[in-house]
C-alpha cells in the first residue's frame, strides 16, 4: 500500500490527539496537515495544545504548525484525505467546504451521520455502504466525499448486534449505556459535578444511539438506504470513569437461539479476513468481538485495551425475563469509538480504491501534480 498523506481538523482535542497517537507509525498514512479553531491557528502544535495521553506526543507533530481550519490559505499543501473531530455544529458548517475542495472527509462527527447520501460505517458490520459516497455531488465534480462514523456507544454496540441480526435476526433492543468522561471531550464535565455521581442526561445520545444502530444494520436499496426493522430503545448515563463506555443489553431475536451459539457466533465473527479478497488493515483487531467468561466482566481497568482498544468485549451472557437475551459490554470510547473507527474506515477505503481521486477533474493543477496521492 503506498503511503498517503493526511490532515486533522480538530487535532488538538480528545479525538484529534487519538489521531496522531493511532498514526504516529502508521504504515499507510502519515500526517502532513493539522488544524483546530482559529484560536490554535498559527501556533506550534505543543504550544496550542494541552497533550492528555499517556504516550508522548510525536516530536514531529510537536513542531508542526496548525494551520487555518479552511481548505484555502494553507502554508503546506492540503492532502485529499482529512480526518475530521469537531464538534457537529462546526463540522456542519466545514466539511462540506473539504468535501467540495476534493478532499476524503473522514468524520466522526454526527453532522452529517444520517444523511441519505452519506455512508455511516463500521467496516466489519456494512461496508457495502461505503458505495453511496459515489451519489455525493462533490464526488461528482472535485472528487471529494464525506464519510461517518457513528457514535461512541453505537459503534461499541452493533459490533455484537450484527453477528445476531445476521443469524437470527433482532426484533427489539433495550440498551442502558455507563459512559466515560472522556466521552465530552476535554475539559468535558466539571469535577465537581461528576465525582461520585451519575449524571442520567447526554444530550441527543438516547436519539443518536437509536437511528444510528438501525441505520447501521440496515442494508441499501438502488442507493438508498433501508434502515433495520427493529426496535431500539436506549437510556444514557454519565459515569465518573475515564475512558470505556459499558452498555447494559436485552435483546429479543426473531428466531430462538441458545447462548452457546451465540457466544460460538461471536467468538467467530472475523468479516474483515474472510473471502477471496482478505486484507489485513492495520488497525483492525483480531476479533471484533471477545467474550469474557468471568461473572464480573467486562470492566474499564481490566478490559478497555482488548484488541488495542478496538474490540468490543462482551460478557454475562443470560437469560431475560423481558426480552430473551441480556448481556453487558464494553468498548473503548476514543479508540474504536472515534479515532480508531475513522481509521478503520480510511483503511478500507484505501482498499476499496476509493481514493482514487486522479480520475476527477482537479481542483488546481498544482494539486492534482502532487504526488501524496498519485
Ligand atoms: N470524545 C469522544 O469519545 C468522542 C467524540 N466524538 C466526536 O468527535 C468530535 C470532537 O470531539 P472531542 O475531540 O471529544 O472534542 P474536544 O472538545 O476535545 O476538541 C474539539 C476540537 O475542535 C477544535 N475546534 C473548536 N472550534 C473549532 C473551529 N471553529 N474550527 C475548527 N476546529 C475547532 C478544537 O480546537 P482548539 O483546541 O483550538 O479549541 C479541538 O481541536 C465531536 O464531534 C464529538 O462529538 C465522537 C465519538 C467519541
Ligand atoms: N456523546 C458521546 C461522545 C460523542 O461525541 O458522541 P457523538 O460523536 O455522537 O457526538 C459521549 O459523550 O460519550
Known amino acids: 500500500m503506498e503511503r498517503r498523506q493526511v490532515g486533522i481538523l480538530g487535532a488538538t482535542g480528545a479525538v484529534g490527539q487519538r489521531f496522531i497517537q493511532l498514526l504516529a507509525n502508521h504504515p499507510w498514512f502519515e500526517i502532513s496537515w493539522i488544524a483546530a479553531s482559529d484560536r490554535s491557528a498559527g501556533k506550534t502544535y505543543e504550544d496550542a495544545c494541552k497533550w492528555r495521553l499517556s504516550t508522548p506526543l510525536p516530536e514531529r507533530i510537536a513542531k508542526m504548525v496548525l494551520q487555518p481550519n479552511v481548505p484555502e490559505g494553507s502554508a503546506v499543501e492540503l492532502p485529499r484525505i482529512i480526518f475530521s473531530s469537531v464538534d457537529s455544529d462546526i463540522a456542519k458548517e ?7 475542495a476534493g478532499c476524503a472527509v473522514i468524520s466522526n462527527s454526527s453532522a452529517f451521520r444520517m444523511g441519505a447520501d452519506v455512508p455511516l460505517v463500521v467496516p466489519e458490520v456494512n461496508v457495502d455502504h461505503l458505495d453511496v459516497i459515489e451519489q455525493q455531488a462533490t464526488r461528482k465534480t472535485s472528487g471529494g466525499y464525506i464519510v461517518t462514523n457513528p457514535n461512541c456507544c453505537a459503534i461499541g454496540l452493533v459490533l455484537p448486534l450484527a453477528v445476531l441480526e445476521q443469524k437470527w435476526g433482532i ?9 466515560a468522561v472522556s466521552g465530552a471531550g476535554y475539559p468535558g464535565v466539571a469535577s465537581l459535578d461528576i465525582l461520585g455521581n451519575v449524571i442520567p442526561y447526554i444530550k441527543n445520545e438516547e436519539e443518536k444511539l437509536q437511528e444510528e444502530v438501525a441505520k447501521l444494520l440496515g442494508g441499501v436499496n438502488d442507493g438508498a438506504f ?3 426493522d427493529m426496535t431500539v430503545s436506549a437510556m444514557c448515563h454519565r459515569v465518573p470513569v475515564i475512558d470505556g463506555h459499558t452498555e447494559a443489553v436485552s435483546v429479543k431475536l426473531k428466531k ?6 451465540i457466544i460460538a457466533a461471536w467468538r467467530a465473527f472475523k468479516p474483515l479476513h474472510q473471502g477471496a479478497d482478505a486484507t489485513h488493515l492495520p488497525s483492525a483487531p483480531d476479533s471484533p468481538v471477545v467474550y469474557e467468561e468471568g461473572v464480573d466482566r467486562p470492566q474499564p481497568r481490566l478490559d478497555l485495551e482488548t484488541g488495542n482498544g478496538m474490540t468490543t468485549t462482551v460478557g454475562r451472557l443470560r437469560p431475560c425475563t423481558l426480552f430473551d437475551w441480556k448481556f453487558t459490554l464494553l468498548s473503548h470510547n476514543t479508540i474504536r469509538g472515534a479515532a480508531g473507527a475513522a481509521l478503520l474506515n480510511a483503511e478500507i477505503l484505501a482498499v476499496l480504491g476509493k481514493f482514487d481521486f486522479r480520475k476527477y477533474p482537479p481542483v ?10 498519485a
Not at 466545514?94 to 467540495?100: C, G, I, N, Q, R
Not at 426484533?171 to 459512559?179: N, R, W
Not at 430462538?256 to 451459539?261: G, L, Y
Request: aromatic share 6%.
Open 226 to 228: 433501508a434502515p433495520g
Open 256 to 261: 430462538p437461539a441458545t447462548a452457546e451459539e
Open 94 to 100: 466545514l466539511e462540506p467546504k473539504f468535501a467540495a
Open 364 to 373: 488546481n493543477s498544482a494539486r492534482e501534480e502532487s504526488s501524496v496521492n
Open 171 to 179: 426484533e427489539k433492543l433495550f440498551v442502558s449505556t455507563m459512559q
